[in-house]
């Protein structure tokens, strides 16, 4: 019988100063000279300089005009092979609302897959016909989340917490109580 043991080494990466922790190892590491950005994870400070952080596109497909719920749906498709992570919705609402000619506030963005490894992602987009039609019809979460829905409610614990607090005070105490809030 043989048995072989294998160890994770560093690979003698050492330094004058003490490490603080394998994470410290890790980032100084230099770049790889073949791709370009750490081969370890995607930082902003790895990639070359010439990359700009904006080169993204925009496409759509099954492009679809709803008149009923008075809106035009579609897949987005997203390429952004030298992005860090994911495009923000602010930026591809910008880039949708120059291609269709709309207004940013009737454009909702949702469900976005960023395909393993990168440089790609998907997801799917309304257009509607004005903004009454969009309050009218985009769920609460949603509009919620574009800053057009109602405010979220505190807690319900919080609620049930604080109602409690009160309770234990008496007469003028309880009353200053409410005061303070």
Known sequence: FFFFFFFQAEDGIRDAQESRGLG????????NAEYGVSVLYCTYHTMAPAKKKAEFTVRTAKFLTNPLMSRR?????LTHPNWCGTVSHKLIKDKLSSMYKVDKDVISLY???TAFGGGATSGFGLIYDDLASFKRLEPNFRKTRVGMGKKRLPARKSLKERRNRE???????????????
């Not at 005070?169 to 809030?181: C, E, L, M, N």
Request: no cysteine; hydrophobic share 30%.
């Open 167 to 181: 309770k234990k005070f008496h007469g003028v105490k309880k009353s200053k109580q409410a005061k303070k809030k």
């Open 73 to 77: 749906q579609f897949v987005v498709e």
């Open 111 to 113: 469900g976005f897959k």
């Open 24 to 31: 410290d190892v890790y980032k100084r590491q230099g770049i």
